[in-house]
């Protein structure tokens, strides 16, 4: 089973109030990453962790926070959402931390900050 | 940004015709994967192509990397109306993280 999964698929916050985001997977991937894809524009990379071990992209290191409690679940949560945090979340799992191998990708959770 | 300045492009072709997409990217990079996301569904990884090749092939589809100029292509022969999807082009740096473009929207008519 090749499958990602996100929940919720759709989420509406408001201004100021926190967000969380969970993703899973079962193919024991050590990577696990978390993107924001706003429309015309390219998928972003927020964090990933490596096993246990999380790193965040350095613009983005303040607003996004990340757990993994095991191998299968990951999630991003967001302390308090501002407007320009609209957008889709796309989390993906790969067997290692390097580019080299295919990223499996979840169907995303789309946000909505009021 | 890794990649070069690249419009984000969309394409509208009738089925049964060919199709190249194309990315260039700025920086060293060992691995190209294009990818294609369909409406209401993540990214699913096509074809990987690594640095020490030229093609890599799957099915009507076809992938080039050219190290010199930097560029990576995807091509789609007899195309189908279930080929309409973004398509988007990631290549892996020195840093080991994927690297995204913008995407080409292609429309194929049935």
């Known amino acids: 089973d090749t499958t990602v999964k996100q929940n919720p698929r759709y989420k509406l916050a408001r201004v100021g109030k926190p967000v969380n985001l969970i993703c899973s997977q079962t193919?024991?991937?050590?990577?696990m990453y978390w993107y924001q894809k706003k429309p015309n524009q390219a998928p972003k990379l927020l964090l990933f962790?490596?096993?246990?071990?999380?790193?965040r992209e350095a613009d983005t290191f303040e607003k996004f926070q990340s757990s993994r409690p095991n191998n299968s679940f990951c999630s991003l949560y967001i302390g308090s959402a501002g407007l320009e945090y609209s957008a889709m979340y796309l989390c993906?799992?790969?067997?290692?931390?390097?580019?080299?191998?295919?990223?499996?990708f979840g169907p995303g959770t789309r946000l909505t900050v009021l | 940004s890794q990649w070069g300045e690249e419009n984000l492009q969309a394409l509208s072709i009738q089925e049964g015709e060919d199709v190249t997409m194309n990315c260039s990217y700025k920086?060293?990079?060992?691995?190209v994967q294009w990818y294609r996301q369909k409406s209401g569904k993540g990214p699913a990884q096509l074809i990987l192509?690594?640095?020490?090749?030229r093609e890599k092939r799957s099915g009507r589809l076809r992938a080039t990397l050219d190290t010199s100029s930097q560029s990576s292509s995807l091509s789609i022969t007899g195309t189908l109306a279930t080929d309409t999807a973004v398509y988007f082009c990631?290549?892996?740096?020195?840093?080991?993280?994927?690297?995204f473009g913008l995407g080409t929207t292609l429309q194929v008519q049935p």
């Open positions: 192509i690594r640095s020490n090749e």
């Open positions: 193919m024991n991937h050590d990577t």
């Open positions: 962790y490596y096993d246990k071990i999380l790193n």
């Open positions: 990631a290549a892996t740096g020195n840093t080991g993280k994927l690297i």
């Open positions: 993906a799992s790969s067997r290692d931390g390097q580019g080299s191998y295919e990223q499996y």
């Open positions: 920086t060293y990079t060992t691995v």
